[in-house]
């Protein structure tokens, strides 16, 4: 892949675990959906499809549900219990930006580049992150799986998306995108994203990024500045 750092002009930035230290609140509001379904925790069933949720960290959530349980009505039933539970665990203070994200994407956006937040939940919790956050009027643009026709990571649909809406960039290879899973990066890489770099503050690691097809690993978001401008 070329990496087009000096002229990136458009960056998607991933939400939970990328730009919003969540404290492990996926798992706990999974539990809550898992329960819905008749699925305990402790049990080997459990087990097992809490180690699919961390494997498909940054997936859209409903895709992760029809695997786990099934036909779309079951999948639905706990999508719905998940979201409530999430949504509920934000309103109660749980989450907070990452350590520099908020400074990070004021520089992005200072510097002439836009930046674009998407997410693998559906819109009503990504809405209540941002008000969470006190981020509802920090980016132009914010996109959720149904924003990009229902098909969150890994498809490239959401920073295709970006791309298209925006209009900050001639070339996708303009664009870059930083997140968290591997999921993240394999959607930027599909894309054609001139820069696709994977951040160790949440699910994934280095080896998940690079099996992926990262270019960069970076400790958190807040070195993306210094790697768009070369002094990195």
Request: hydrophobic share 45%; proline share 3%; aromatic share 6%.
């Amino acid at each position: 892949m070329t990496d087009t750092s000096a002229d990136i002009r458009l960056v998607v930035l991933d939400m939970a675990g990328t730009t919003v230290a969540d404290g492990g609140l996926v798992e706990r509001a999974f539990a809550v959906a898992a329960a819905e379904l008749g699925v305990r925790e402790g049990t080997a069933e459990h087990a097992g499809h809490l180690a699919y949720v961390r494997a498909t960290m940054g997936e859209s959530k409903i895709s992760v549900f029809r695997h786990l349980f099934g036909d779309e009505e079951r999948a639905r039933r706990a999508n719905t219990a998940f979201e409530k539970a999430y949504g509920e665990l934000v309103d109660g203070g749980l989450i907070a930006p990452v350590p520099g994200a908020r400074e990070t994407i004021e520089e992005l956006l200072v510097g002439g580049r836009t930046v674009v937040l998407t997410t693998g939940f559906a819109r009503i919790t990504q809405d209540a992150i941002l008000a969470a956050l006190g981020w509802r009027d920090l980016v132009p643009l914010t996109l959720c799986p149904a924003d990009a026709g229902g098909r969150g990571r890994p498809y490239p649909d959401m920073v295709l998306e970006a791309f298209l809406r925006t209009r900050a960039a001639e070339d996708v290879r303009q664009v870059a995108v930083v997140g968290d899973t591997a999921y993240d990066v394999l959607s930027g890489v599909r894309a054609g994203a001139g820069l696709v770099a994977g951040v160790r503050t949440g699910a994934h690691g280095d080896e998940e990024f690079r099996a992926a097809g990262a270019g960069h690993v970076l400790d958190s978001v807040a070195g993306l500045p210094a790697l768009l401008t070369g002094a990195r």
